[in-house]
């Protein structure tokens, strides 16, 4: 049997068997974790020196980079973990979820990095405020590495997707990670970092991988060090009290499991296709990971006149559920993760029967298929119905982390209110359905549960063509939720990796501002020289280069013309005694004659380096432009991105340049960035 080994210092660490892990199918062993113990007084002075300092010699553009690789390289060898992912009771669909969900998740984060973040180590999080009366002193903020380490402590039910979700964002934003996962599963993610290791695309010390127990690895951590969980809302509190915690004031993040609803909301009626929907979800969330997830639906709140619709429904849809090996033809549900797990969830079961009725259990006819599945960790869809939910607090305290849901109805004097306040009984959760074919309802909903709920999933016909469901968390959006939930986020878009990041406000002149982050501030010192900026290659173009345009007086055939090609004949721009009554007192040009006006004034129109224009930011009309008025612009480098070379097109790299219009008085009367791709000489 394989001896799990913890990766520590960029060495892999074990050789004498301690515990044994089993198969959730059959209960055969799987792998030994390790007897050695771990110097974690190493793991995180590696950190801290080697990964730190290797991280950081990068970018947020090449780490990105560094992060498509890696999930390119994991793609091309996901059949080996899709095999050892099998161990753990998951079916095919289960894995997809933890494999290639865990994979999506780093392309995500390589591209909105890509998109979204400079090169360099410094993000300005603009834009600048004027402090000053002339405009000499500035203030804005910076996001900047925060030169510590990631814990990363995860679940057992999503052993890698668990581990890569916390580890994108940290890699991007340059922290090193040492991640801890759950010991029942831990064999799916010592695989995925070998193979990580194997790409050789892992700058030294930027992932170590713990074993088994995390020892004083907490009381180790220092003030810019970060610690992410994911797990029960018990651990987590546990956790969060640790001294040295406390006492550095360092950030933990906790994303605990919660006792999650869905509402099927009065205006559906048996027949609609949003009841079928609703049935439809909590029995897929009932029966996919055998609902080890902590974003299940634990709880679903029916109107009273529905219940015995709703349960007849459901227990027809889950004992068609096949559950058993997954190797087997047909079979639909796994295992749960190991015998442990399975004592827990009968036991928590057996507390939640105490105030319910089991509508259905393991005594209908539960048989798994395959060979040996007597030795595994299966258990049978539940289905529980509690009569009185406003009375009976064990259902919104204990959680079941099973395939295991309570049927919870509400009447029709206490209506939709009576709903939402049952869905607010479960103290935080990480994210609510509510399934309803009236908008009115749905925006209740979210402005009386959103204090409650991290996400909110409104289902309706129309959304379920392309609705990824009620339990998953997606990339662009957080993942967390308040109260029992964790009190934390996760996800989120470039939020996330701002999370590892420290946000630090500065003042000074614009010039300093400039320098400090590689963003052009107005007011700063800029560069002119006789070459055009466009006439540049990317690597030429520094910020500050400007140009200051000659003029151009407009005039009454302008606005006519240019009303005549696009159409626009507001009465702002042809009728004179209209236009007398309004705020202006006379005609004005169209706005977007004045930014194609400017255009024909910085552009520089022979072939170059610049190859598109693909868009326009912060464009606002300051002033108005009358006819006569004459106008002038600025064209300033604000920032470079640079993307590095790809195969798929020729080397680039991105250009923002700031746009100022000023009229004949100095007065600023359009402001706006233009984004453009400029080609590298190479």
């Known amino acids: 049997m394989q001896i799990l080994q913890s990766l520590i210092a960029d060495r892999w660490i074990g050789q004498t068997p301690k515990a044994s892990l089993h198969s959730a199918i059959n209960g055969r062993g799987v792998a030994q974790t390790h007897a050695e113990e771990l110097d974690f007084g190493e793991a995180t002075d590696h950190a801290r020196s080697t990964g730190l300092a290797a991280l950081l010699a990068l970018d947020f553009q090449q780490r990105a980079a560094r992060l498509k690789a890696i999930a390119n390289f994991l793609t091309e060898r996901k059949e080996a973990l899709y095999a050892i992912s099998a161990h753990t009771g998951a079916t095919r669909a289960d894995s997809w979820i933890d494999i290639e969900g865990g ?33 000499q002193f500035i203030g804005t903020h910076v996001l900047a590495p925060r030169r510590g380490l990631a814990v990363h402590i995860n679940a057992f039910n999503f052993p890698m997707w668990g581990m890569l979700e916390k580890f994108a964002p940290s890699f991007v934003a340059g922290m090193p990670c040492i991640v801890k996962p759950a010991t029942a599963t831990s064999y799916v993610a010592e695989a995925c970092v070998r193979l990580m290791m194997e790409s050789g695309l892992l700058p030294a010390g930027s992932l170590q991988l713990v074993i088994g127990s995390s020892g004083d690895l907490l009381d180790r951590l220092l003030e810019t060090d970060v610690v992410t969980f994911t797990g029960s809302a018990d651990t987590a509190a546990m956790l969060r009290v640790n001294r040295n915690l406390i006492a550095r004031s360092i950030p933990f993040n906790a994303e605990a499991d919660s006792l999650n609803c869905a509402i099927l909301a009065p205006d559906v009626e048996p027949g609609d296709p949003e009841f079928e929907l609703f049935v439809r979800e909590v029995a897929r969330e009932m029966s996919a990971k055998t609902g080890q997830k902590c974003t299940a639906i634990r709880r679903a709140i029916v109107p009273a006149r529905h219940v015995d619709a709703v349960a007849a429904q459901l227990r027809e849809r889950l004992l068609r559920i096949k559950a058993g090996d997954p190797t087997v033809e047909g079979v639909k549900m796994g295992a749960l993760a190991s015998k442990a797990q399975q004592a827990d969830v009968a036991e928590r079961v057996a507390l939640l029967g105490q105030g319910c009725e089991t509508l259905l259990s393991g005594r209908d006819g539960f048989a798994p298929l395959g060979e040996g599945v007597g030795e595994g960790a299966f258990f049978a869809p539940t289905l529980m119905l509690c009569r009185d939910p406003l009375a009976n607090e064990t259902v919104h305290s204990v959680e079941a982390f099973g395939p295991v849901s309570t049927l919870m109805p509400y009447s029709d ?7 939402l306040a049952l869905a607010a009984k479960g103290r935080g959760s990480l994210v609510g359905s509510v399934v309803t074919k009236t908008p009115a309802l749905a925006a209740k909903a979210v402005f009386e549960a959103a204090a409650w709920h991290g996400r909110l999933h409104i289902l309706d016909r129309e959304a379920a063509k392309e609705s990824t469901g009620h339990g998953s968390p997606m990339p662009a959006l957080k993942h967390g939720g308040p109260g029992r939930a964790g009190g934390g986020e996760e996800l989120g878009g470039i939020r996330a990796v701002k999370h590892y990041l420290q946000r630090c406000a500065v003042q000074g002149s614009p010039t300093m501002i400039t320098a400090i982050t590689g963003e052009y501030q107005r007011g700063a010192n800029v560069k002119e020289d006789v070459v055009h900026p466009f006439r540049k290659h990317f690597e030429e173009i520094e910020v500050g280069d400007s140009l200051l345009t000659h003029r151009r007086t407009v005039s009454e055939a302008d606005i006519v013309n240019f009303g005549g090609i696009s159409g626009d004949y507001f009465y702002m721009h042809f009728d004179e005694i209209a236009a007398k009554d309004t705020q202006f007192g006379r005609r004005i040009a169209h706005g977007y004659f004045v930014l194609s006006a400017a255009a024909g004034l910085f552009v520089s129109p022979a072939p170059g380096p610049v190859l598109a224009n693909y868009g326009l930011d912060t464009l606002r009309f300051i002033n108005p432009v009358a006819i006569g008025d004459t106008i002038q612009a600025r064209l300033t480098c604000k920032r470079r991105i640079d993307r ?24 600023l009367v359009a402001s706006y960035d233009i984004l453009t791709l400029v080609a590298k000489k190479l």
Do not use: C, K
């Not at 999506?104 to 180590?121: I, V």
């Not at 206490?414 to 709903?419: I, P, T, V, Y």
């Not at 590095?644 to 007065?667: C, I, K, L, S, T």
């Open 413 to 419: 004097s206490g209506g939709f209110d009576e709903a």
């Open 103 to 135: 994979i999506g998740t780093l392309f995500a984060y390589a591209s909105m990095a890509r998109r979204e973040l400079p090169s360099s180590n410094i993000a300005h999080e603009g834009p600048a405020t004027q402090l000053g009366r002339e405009g």
């Open 644 to 667: 590095g070379n790809r195969p798929d097109q020729p080397p680039q790299g991105v250009v923002a340049w700031d746009v100022q219009v000023m009229n004949q008085r100095g007065e």
